[in-house]
């Protein structure tokens, strides 16, 4: 499919030309993925956001959820599924990537501050593969956290004002994948028993890609 196809898909589906022309030269999921490792981190100064992608790219920042949007839409102009998984958390903040299927092999592109819960190369050969492969990083402080993981949700099932062109916040977007069906990690027993992770892995969650505002280190 050419750029200009891809330009014009994008319109159709419910962005400005502006941004159109911006997501339909991110041709391959690497592309993708470059694009929001690149793109500024939505710290939410004024409160909690779920933009829609358009609404995302207004703003010129994005947080986990909205990075998986922009990249599901992205996926979308390519072939792919537009697809969001959620990933469940013990006392930790939930995650949300963008999977995608390359030669019968799963990948995910994620959009995250931190060291951690980063892109997944397409070598996982089902979701739940996928998943476990964030398992050992998936932390908060010492502690292990990541308990289960969704069915991928096709953002298919909804109309662009819910998801692409949405002026407000996309909160039904983060309620429907919340209340999809998850599939469990690890036992209740299995977690009493993780082992802690270690100084040098702890002080790894330092190192972020944008730096922290002082207000939000504060609240952290």
């Not at 299995?190 to 969650?205: F, G, I, M, T, Y």
Request: charged letters at 25%; a positive charge; aromatic letters at 10%.
């Amino acid at each position: 499919m050419s750029l200009s196809v891809r330009i014009r898909l994008a319109q159709k589906r419910g962005l400005t030309l502006k941004h159109a022309k911006v997501l339909a030269k991110l041709d391959t999921p690497r592309k993708i993925q470059d694009f929001l490792s690149k793109f500024p981190q939505n710290f939410e100064p004024q409160g909690d956001t779920a933009r829609s992608v358009q609404g995302a790219l207004d703003a010129q920042c994005a947080h986990c959820i909205e990075g998986a949007m922009i990249a599901a839409f992205a996926l979308w102009l390519n072939g792919h599924p537009p697809l969001l998984l959620d990933f469940s958390a013990y006392r930790d903040m939930d995650h949300v990537i963008a999977p995608f299927k390359i030669n019968g092999r799963w990948g995910a592109i994620s959009k995250t501050n931190y060291v951690c819960l980063r892109w997944r190369d397409p070598i996982y050969r089902s979701i739940r593969e996928l998943a476990m492969s964030y398992f050992h990083e998936y932390a908060k402080g010492p502690r292990k956290t990541l308990r289960s993981y969704s069915r991928p949700f096709d953002l298919r099932r909804l109309s662009s004002p819910q998801w692409v062109n949405h002026s407000g916040n996309c909160w039904e977007v983060a309620e429907l994948i919340t209340a999809a069906r998850h599939y469990p990690i690890v036992t209740t027993a299995q977690a009493k028993n993780l082992r802690p992770r270690d100084p040098v892995e702890v002080a790894s969650d330092k190192i972020t890609s944008f730096p922290i505002p002082r207000w939000k280190r504060q609240r952290l």
